[in-house]
């Protein structure tokens, strides 16, 4: 079983929908949770942390339930730009260098 | 600031080769990175560096050696190259400043080895 699982879907969502992802990790130390951003043949990007209290950054909200280990990723409003693979990442801090593990992605493309 | 950089970004090798990828960054970051990417598999660990002249073994470090004698550079050499070792290998840094830490990653290596 993998650390930390994505349904690769793709998800072919319409501009202006809203669009959620989850992500289940299966490490109860982990730490510290994160969103990837992750464009075609570039390199990731950090979108978000992930707090227990949950957080928003604009059109993105970010939950996480530890009793469940579970990530999500809510997307409102999408914009075409939207289109990207979302890495879901969990972390483990050992005397501050942190390990990160990532899903393998769940691929988003915004239909006009 | 040019952030992370990596070299090269793209090589072709055969079977039983060698070759190192340089990875650079001027951000002052004391932490260093190198991950593969292969498809199904998400992004791997093959080996980090916690500071100028201290390397340690990631997920997935055999066939790859890793040096880091200067702080803003991490490099990471194949011995002997095999066709398992086709992937996209990502560089990455961070600071240990504020907690979570941000990774930064450079723009990939595109390797084939035939």
């Known amino acids: 079983r993998k650390e930390v699982e994505q349904d690769p879907g793709p998800f072919n969502v319409p501009e202006g929908a809203t669009v959620a992802f989850n992500c289940t990790y299966s490490?109860?130390?982990?730490?510290?949770f994160f969103w990837y951003r992750q464009d075609c043949r570039k390199e990731p990007k950090l979108l978000m942390s992930?707090?227990?209290s949950g957080n928003e950054d604009g059109r993105f909200t970010a939950q996480l339930n530890r009793a469940s280990q579970y990530i999500s990723l809510l997307i409102r409003d999408s914009k075409l730009s939207d289109s990207a693979t979302y890495l879901c990442v969990a972390s483990i801090s050992n005397f501050g260098n942190e390990k990160l593990t990532f899903g393998t992605g769940t691929r988003l493309t915004i239909i006009p | 600031n040019a952030g992370v950089t990596q070299t090269p970004k793209f090589r072709v090798l055969k079977t039983g080769q060698s070759m190192t990828l340089l990875c650079a960054q001027d951000?002052?970051?004391?932490?260093m990175y190198w991950y593969r990417q292969d498809p199904g598999m998400g992004l791997r660990l093959i080996h980090y560096s916690v500071g100028e002249g201290t390397t340690a073994k990631g997920e997935v470090p055999d066939g790859y050696n890793v040096s880091r004698l200067k702080k803003q550079n991490f490099l990471l050499g194949l011995e002997s190259a095999a066709p398992s070792q086709t992937s996209v290998y990502f560089c990455?840094?961070?600071?240990?400043?504020?907690?979570?830490?941000?990774?930064?990653f450079g723009p990939g290596t595109r390797l084939t080895v035939t």
């Open positions: 951000m002052n970051h004391e932490y």
């Open positions: 990455a840094s961070s600071y240990p400043s504020g907690v979570p830490y941000e990774q930064y």
């Open positions: 992930v707090y227990s």
């Open positions: 490490n109860s130390a982990s730490q510290s």
